[in-house]
Nanobody, 126 residues
Framework: QVELVESGGGSVQAGESLKLSCVTS????????MYWYRQTPEKERELVSS???????TYSDSVKGRFIASQDKAKNTMYLQMNSLEIEDTAVYFC????????????????????RGQGTQVTISS
């Protein structure tokens, strides 16, 4: 089964930038919708951005204009460039796959839904 591994989190001050990466151990971008979520203990999980398997990218209103999601298919890597960070952006960010598609791994077609990384902590201070 494909694994997703996030990196790039850290502690920065408000107004600064971070770039998160999500590396997949196999190629899934062509058939799976991909998501960036974030979660804090106080709030429900929030969908920050999505990249559908056929290309369109969406953002939540809270990050629109500040965050940019992208994929490098040659590197099996998805990115989230986060600019003008705010204290409210503090959360654990994780990437996930979903949609109705399937990917081929281990001689089997497996559903995209359910793939998720372990997350990376992003902490913004004033």
């Amino acid at each position: 089964q494909v694994e997703l591994v996030e990196s790039g989190g850290g502690s920065v001050q408000a107004g600064e930038s971070l770039k998160l990466s999500c590396v997949t151990s196999g190629y899934i971008f062509g058939t799976c919708d991909m998501y960036w979520y974030r979660q804090t203990p106080e709030k429900e999980r929030e969908l920050v951005s999505s990249i559908s398997s056929d290309g369109p990218i969406t953002y939540s209103d809270s990050v629109k204009g500040r965050f940019i999601a992208s994929q490098d298919k040659a590197k099996n890597t998805m990115y989230l460039q986060m600019n003008s960070l705010e204290i409210e952006d503090t959360a654990v960010y994780f990437c996930a796959a979903g949609g109705d598609g399937a990917y081929y791994s281990g001689h089997l077609y497996r559903p995209c839904a359910g793939l998720r990384g372990q997350g990376t902590q992003v902490t913004i201070s004033s």
